[in-house]
């Protein structure tokens, strides 16, 4: 079992910047492949990014671009997701999940956890 809870969304301008948190409350985070998914008014939750048991490794959605960076701090509990020239159209909730283990990274059906979501506004 583990609870997360995101944080750090808000509003920003057209190009700019904000750092997301998912704090996790469980005996150890590295037990967890984590992942960063979005939700904007009238559309399906999609696959934003993604980071493996130990941080290794990360991958990201087309979209992204190389706009985002998705880290984790695992003594911590923590998971990051760093977003710089945000776009309007990046307006969403922002949710983060994690899974024991996976087989699609970008099938929402593949968490078992997922936290609350931090909503992210870009104006234009």
């Known amino acids: 079992q583990v609870d997360l809870v995101e944080s750090g969304g808000g509003l920003v301008q057209d190009g700019g910047s904000l750092r997301l948190s998912c704090a996790a409350s469980t005996r150890d985070l590295e037990n967890f492949f984590m992942a960063w998914f979005r939700q904007a008014p009238g559309n399906e939750r999609e696959y934003v990014a993604s980071v493996t048991w130990k941080g290794k490794n990360t991958y990201y959605a087309d979209f992204v671009q190389g706009r985002f960076t998705i880290s984790r701090d695992n003594p911590k509990k923590v998971m990051y997701l760093q977003m710089n020239n945000l776009k309007p159209e990046d307006t969403a909730i922002y949710y983060c999940?994690?899974?024991?283990?996976?087989?699609?990274?970008?099938?929402?059906?593949?968490?078992?956890?997922w936290g609350r979501g931090t909503q992210v506004t870009v104006s234009s």
């Open positions: 999940a994690a899974a024991p283990t996976i087989r699609d990274r970008t099938r929402r059906g593949d968490y078992n956890y």
